[in-house]
């Protein structure tokens, strides 16, 4: 017994729901959407995704910092001088070049990739750093 093909409702309304389940049931504003790594985030813990794009752009600068650092260690790349000078200058507030100028694009970036460093052991660790970090 073969099926009758979907209705055009159907058609219509399946990229909406699978959308709504990958995001939880809340989609992300299209500007975060647009950042690469916001879905993996959202993957890895939406609620903490949340925190990053509601937290101020300080804030936001203080999480890619902490990230960016932890993926460095967690990588075995600190203690080269040229990655170390980049490290510095992130720390001393200087300007970086795109898409790293943005906050928010820099601290989702920067988590997603920490959390991609860390190892499966110790990625629940990671996220607590992340969301105490993020909630301030």
């Known amino acids: ?11 219509t309304t399946r990229p909406a729901q699978e959308a709504n389940l990958l995001w939880a049931g809340r989609q992300s504003a299209q ?4 950042i690469a790594e916001t879905f993996q985030l959202a993957q890895l813990d939406r609620a903490l995704l949340d925190t990053v794009v509601a937290a101020s752009p300080q804030r936001q600068r203080e999480i890619a910092r902490w990230a960016v650092r932890r993926a460095f260690t967690e990588a075995g790349l600190t203690g080269i001088r ?12 200087n300007l970086l070049p795109r898409p790293f100028h943005d906050p928010l694009h820099a601290a989702i970036a920067a988590v997603t990739y920490a959390a991609s460093r860390v190892g499966y052991e ?7 750093d992340a969301r105490r970090i993020a909630a301030g």
């Open 1 to 11: 017994m073969t099926r009758p093909p979907p209705t055009n409702r159907a058609l």
């Open 31 to 34: 500007h975060v959407l647009e």
């Open 82 to 93: 040229w990655i170390d000078a980049c490290l510095d200058a992130l720390d001393r507030g």
């Open 122 to 128: 110790r990625l629940p660790t990671l996220l607590d």
